[in-house]
């Protein structure tokens, strides 16, 4: 069974950088979309940025120029690079994996990890 542990979470100042990281059990990058999403007290989870299988990325216009995703294929590491973080980037973190093929669907979560930002 496929399984991704998010790290990295924690209490940053604003302005401050963080740097996440997801490791999955198998190598993934091939096929799968990777992503990062991130879910804040009484709103909706939301997408934050998504690397695909072609190493192409994506990023919600609310991080644009402030976060970076990327991979480390060797270590099965998803990271997600967060500077001049504020605020309103508290929330929860979460990987994705996802595989689209025609009908065939097949997507895994990790558990979360806790960002704070906050003086």
């Known amino acids: 069974q496929v399984q991704l542990a998010e790290s990295g979470g924690g209490l940053v100042q604003p302005g401050g950088s963080q740097r996440l990281s997801c490791v999955t059990s198998?190598?993934?990058?091939?096929?799968?979309?990777m992503a990062w999403y991130r879910q804040a007290p009484g709103k909706r989870r939301e997408l934050v940025a998504a690397i695909f299988s072609d190493g192409s990325t994506q990023y919600a216009d609310f991080v644009k120029g402030r976060f970076t995703i990327s991979r480390e294929e060797a270590k099965n590491t998803l990271y997600l690079q967060m500077n001049s973080l504020k605020p309103e980037d508290t929330a929860v973190y979460y990987c994705n994996a996802e595989l689209r093929i025609g009908a065939a669907h097949d997507e895994y979560w990790g558990q979360g990890t806790q960002v704070t930002v906050s003086s």
């Open positions: 198998t190598s993934m990058w091939t096929i799968y979309t």
